[in-house]
């Protein structure tokens, strides 16, 4: 069944929490966790309506300017979150989502890639020149969140250095490196990403520029005002739940905005399209790490309280670094099994279990880092 020309998922069903939210946050009287419960299940249809708005925008334009438009707003739900968190001075949620981002895409949709496609195709392969290079600048992402960790620990009173200017020229070389990126994958070398069916997903036929421009906007707007109450309850469910702003943000808040372009992954790994697979997962990554990450570093200095350092948590650190060198292992050599699937989960429920009984209190200082 399709309605004007668009064939509802099964996600779509989510859609009916866009209106429930609204009527919480602004008509009925309900606790704050039924609020951040509801406004969570709203973003998730939210966010696939604009991958797919965006995916078929892209068709019109080609390969070039459509990977460039997929690359622009692959992560435009889980940036608006960021950003609404951002302008209410949330710095612990806004990192902690990024973190959970690159860790989730890489370790939890990945993995559930890998695993889902293995059991159903014995051995797949991918082109490893393209997953080798999205894994060295995943890499060189956690360098990046690194230093300034380390320096918050060991450079003894920041208040005496620069620690701010530090901040912002490393997110000025994340993003330029970002951008030469962009070149490098559309452009000079452009087929190694393509993969067997180029750089379309989507099904059907295409919408026409004027639809998709429409739902592109309209399911922009309402992530913004789902966002907007989600993290307006978010440290009163954190209160309530006894969790921490961390947990919540590395697991619950990163699953949330990607939870539309997972489920994109794992259906292409299972029709044994690992190369399109792998440039969803390792991709969105990249994007939230150079692109995303130094992109709310220069909104912090015209809409937060301060600017935004990139001084992650220990934690948070470690968790991307485990990420990225177990990634690294399984990219190399260009095939895949479900065990490899196994193995990344496994590294995902370890850190999401580290998360969950991190401290709530201020003694969590000596493990944050903060």
Same mark, same amino acid.
């Given at each position: 069944m399709?309605?004007?020309?668009? /064939? ?12 429930v939210?609204? +009527?919480?946050? &602004?008509?009925? *009287?309900?606790? *704050?966790?039924?609020?951040?419960v509801?406004?969570? +299940? ?7 309506? !604009? ?12 390969p070039?300017? %459509? ?16 950003? !609404? ?9 806004? /990192?902690?989502?990024?973190?959970? #981002? ?9 993995g559930?890639?890998? +695993?889902?496609?293995?059991? /159903?195709f ?11 290079? %999205? ?23 920041i ?5 701010? =200017? ?6 000025i ?10 070149v490098?994958?559309?452009k000079? =070398? ?10 379309d ?6 919408w ?24 307006h ?21 990163a699953?949330? %905005?990607n ?10 790994? !299972?029709?044994? /399209?690992?190369?399109l ?6 991709g ?23 600017? !935004?350092?990139? *001084?992650?948590?220990v ?20 095939? #895949?099994? &479900? ?16 998360? &969950?009984?991190?401290?709530v209190?201020?003694?969590?200082a ?5």
């Open positions: 399709t309605i004007a020309g668009y /064939k509802p998922t099964p996600l779509d069903v989510l859609l009916f929490f866009v209106p939210t609204m +009527l919480c946050q &602004w008509v009925i *009287d309900v606790p *704050d966790t039924a609020i951040f509801v406004a969570c +299940l709203a973003i998730i249809p939210l966010a696939g309506l !604009m991958g797919k708005a965006t995916e078929h925008l892209a068709g019109h334009y080609g070039g300017i %459509g990977g460039l438009m997929n690359a622009s707003f692959g992560n435009a739900a889980e940036l608006i979150i960021a950003v !609404m968190a951002l302008s209410r001075s949330q710095y612990e949620i806004v /990192k902690a989502s990024v973190a959970g #981002s690159i860790i989730g895409n890489i370790l939890l949709v990945l559930l890639s890998l +695993l889902l496609g293995g059991l /159903k014995r051995k797949q392969s991918f082109n490893e020149t393209a997953a080798g290079v %999205g894994s060295t600048l995943l890499a060189i992402s956690a360098i990046a969140l690194v230093l300034p960790a380390l320096f918050v620990q060991f450079a003894g009173d208040e005496a250095v620069p620690f701010e =200017h530090m901040n912002l020229a490393i997110a070389v994340l993003f330029a490196t970002y951008a030469l990126s962009l490098f994958s559309l000079t =070398h452009s087929h190694l990403f393509a993969g067997e069916d180029g750089h997903h989507h099904d059907g036929p295409l026409s520029q004027k639809r998709a421009i429409i739902m592109l906007v309209g399911a922009t707007l309402f992530v913004a005002l789902m966002a907007e109450a989600m993290i309850s978010v440290e009163h469910t954190a209160e309530q739940w006894g969790m921490s702003k961390v947990f919540i943000g590395v697991v619950l808040v699953v949330v %905005g939870a539309a372009e997972h489920s994109t992954a794992v259906l292409v790994a !299972m029709k044994n /399209k690992m190369d697979s792998i440039n969803i997962a390792i969105s990554s990249i994007q939230i790490a150079l692109f995303v990450a130094p992109l709310l570093v220069f909104l912090s200095y015209a809409i937060g309280d301060h600017p !935004m350092g990139l *001084d992650f948590t934690l948070e650190v470690v968790g991307v670094i485990a990420a990225v060198s177990v990634v690294c292992l399984i990219a190399h050599d260009g095939r #895949s099994h &479900w065990m490899e699937g196994v193995m990344l989960l496994a590294v995902y429920v370890i850190l999401g279990i580290a998360f &969950w009984y991190l401290p209190s201020e003694g969590a000596a493990i944050t880092g903060h």
